[in-house]
């Protein structure tokens, strides 16, 4: 009976999609992506690359092909993405930005709910950085 209760229950909270509100520290300031105010639900990397724009645009068709991920924003060598989680749809946004100056390609994921992520962001950036050897 107990096991019933608590797939019913599991099912229901499966509904409800766990979107939370938009970071309000999305964004290129300063020619710097937002550090992470706790690595909890966030993880933030510099990734030297040696054209950090054509490497963003590569990973761009690579980026729409990745589950339950969908761009929002893509302009001037940064991109905005959320990514929701597939069983209770948690959004996570995602950003990359081309740092030309220092040859950097900047990546920062962020879960907008919760206080830890267990571990999803940081494992988002290290799929994401293994894509490029390949580009």
């Known amino acids: 009976m107990n096991f019933l209760i608590n797939c019913i229950i599991l099912f229901s909270l ?4 766990l979107v939370g509100p938009e970071p309000t520290d ?19 990397a510099n990734w030297s690359v040696a054209q950090p724009s054509d490497v963003l645009n590569k990973l761009v068709p690579l980026l729409e092909k990745m ?37 950097f390609l900047q990546a920062r994921s962020v879960s907008r709910l919760g206080d830890s992520d267990l571990g999803v962001n940081d494992k988002r950036l290290t799929e994401i950085h293994a894509l490029i050897p390949s580009i």
């Open 26 to 44: 999305l964004g290129v300031h300063n020619a710097e992506l937002s550090p992470c105010a706790s690595p909890a639900h966030c993880a933030r």
């Open 67 to 103: 589950p339950r991920t969908q761009l929002v924003e893509q302009e001037n060598g940064y991109i905005h993405a959320t990514v929701s989680s597939a069983f209770f749809g948690f959004v996570d946004d995602l950003e990359l930005y081309a740092d030309p100056i220092r040859g």
């Open 14 to 17: 499966s509904l409800f999609q």
